[in-house]
């Protein structure tokens, strides 16, 4: 299932050496069905609104799973948080370690803290899980099946490609090559264009979805984090992350780049007000300092289940919401036309009987547009999207916001969008605390990137 389009700048480059495992589909909606076969639909899906969820979780709840589904078939959905279910993931692999077996059977068993430094999550195994970034929380669910492949019949994942950084790509390959080599059959189900690397030149945009610079400043100074503690913990005190002063004008669209697990979601985070932290995070785009409003990579937790009528609603201004996000989809729609490619069926149409999550995003972005904050913060805007779709979106998002003066941060590992955007912020993370502060879990630094974006 794939789009016929030719991909938009360079010609797309696939390095990851999976392309006999992946199979490709034209929308989020067809990869999650693909995957519900896979895995004997045993989970309820978010993106098709509250009552189907619910409908199907009760079809779940009253089955018997015996007679449904292969135990042993390994499986990684397109949201990896959701395949964890305790504390920390020194806590998740010892959980895989135990299901193995005990005594003989568990004797060639992978050690814990080998496969954590093997999944480049070492320094993460006793950090609270809810702490990890997307590409820590794969590569720990890539950690969990490398263990339990030795007693599988099967692995299925979804969109792996749209979670790690191109210093983690190999670690994928490696997972794979384990399981073929214990004869385990494996499926990638990715999304049309996930895993392009091929940059976006402006300059093939339809003009009117051409970024233009818009200024503003961000600055951090003296902030401090709360990681919180681990659930099973009743006297520890909570972790700290910092992160080091910076000051900058910048200018519209910005990137925040980095590999995973250096810190971006946690800068957007604080920018957004979005977690409690100590220091000064503000956005000043001429109006003083403000803070950020966030649209979350995983936006299907971030709706909360509600149906497409109350999001609209639910900033106080659903006329204008709607507006906003007439405007999105129309822009949409002019670049789909222009590069000669489809939107999901029935996409930003009044009448379509279900929403797509394409459209989701968009409401969400429309939502918090028409608050006109100091700046929307797009963490990994791709999830979930094919690469056409996924610029398409990006492109209409960043028009309708610098028409009213809002400046737009966007998060990324991806190496699509350097080109696009008109200046980049390189994020890092080390474990060194400055002298004279207590210690802290890691701290976060940020700096201008020596290449800064293409576009006048």
């Known amino acids: 299932m794939n789009f016929g389009a030719q991909a938009l700048g360079p010609q797309i480059d696939r390095p990851w050496g999976l392309r006999k495992y992946t199979r ?3 929308s989020y909606e067809a990869r999650e069905a693909a995957f519900a076969r896979q895995i004997a639909a045993l989970v309820p899906p978010k993106h098709a609104g509250p009552q189907v969820f619910w409908r ?3 079809r779940i709840r009253g089955a018997d799973l015996s007679t449904h589904a292969d135990s042993r078939h390994l499986a990684i959905g397109s949201n990896p948080r959701e395949c964890l279910a305790f504390g920390t993931p020194r806590q998740v692999l010892r959980a895989a370690h135990l299901q193995l077996g005990s005594g003989r059977d568990r004797g060639d068993a992978p050690d814990i803290e ?9 320094e993460t195994l006793d950090q609270p899980l809810r702490t990890l970034s997307g590409g820590e ?11 339990a492949a030795r007693q599988a019949t099967g692995l299925t994942i979804a969109s792996p490609f749209c979670w790690l950084s191109h210093e983690s790509t190999g670690l994928l390959t490696d997972l794979v090559n384990h399981c073929q080599e214990r004869a385990i059959p494996v499926a990638l189900l990715a999304l049309e264009g996930e895993d392009s690397r091929g940059a976006v030149e402006p300059a093939a945009l339809p003009k009117a979805l051409r970024p233009v610079r818009l200024p503003f400043e961000l600055q951090l100074a003296g902030v401090r984090i709360s990681l919180g503690t681990v659930l099973n913990t009743l006297k520890a005190r909570p972790a700290v992350a910092g992160v080091d002063d910076f000051s900058a004008r910048l200018d519209s669209p910005c990137l925040l780049v980095g590999a995973n697990g250096q810190g971006k979601s946690l800068v957007a985070r604080v920018l957004a007000r979005a977690v409690a932290c100590h220091g000064t995070a503000s956005l000043d785009r001429g109006r003083g300092p403000e803070s950020g409003r966030l649209l979350f990579q995983d936006v299907l937790n971030q709706t909360l289940l509600r149906p497409f009528p109350v999001l609209a609603a639910a900033d106080g201004q659903p006329a204008r919401t709607l507006t906003l996000f007439g405007r999105i989809g129309q822009l949409c729609r002019r670049y789909c036309t222009a590069r000669g490619v489809a939107l999901p069926a029935g996409a930003f149409q009044d009448q379509a009987p279900f929403r797509s999550l394409l459209e989701t995003k968009a409401l969400l972005a429309a939502a918090r547009l028409g608050r ?3 700046a929307l913060i797009l ?3 791709d999830w979930g999207l094919t690469r056409e779709t996924a610029i398409a979106l990006v492109a209409a998002i960043t028009r309708v916001a610098h028409d009213h003066g809002t400046p737009i941060v966007l998060i990324s590992h991806k190496p699509w969008w350097p080109p696009f955007c008109a ?7 080390s474990r060194h605390s400055p002298p004279g502060r207590s210690a802290e879990a890691f701290r976060v630094s940020l700096a201008l990137s020596a290449q800064t974006g293409a576009h006048p």
């Open 114 to 122: 080998a496969t954590a430094r093997q999944f480049h999550i070492l």
């Open 379 to 381: 963490d990994e805007p």
């Open 56 to 58: 199907d979780f009760g």
């Open 423 to 429: 200046s980049i912020v390189a994020v890092s993370r």
């Open 24 to 26: 490709h589909f034209t």
């Open 372 to 374: 006109t904050p100091g």
């Open 137 to 147: 929380t794969l590569k720990l669910c890539c950690a969990k099946v490398f263990m």
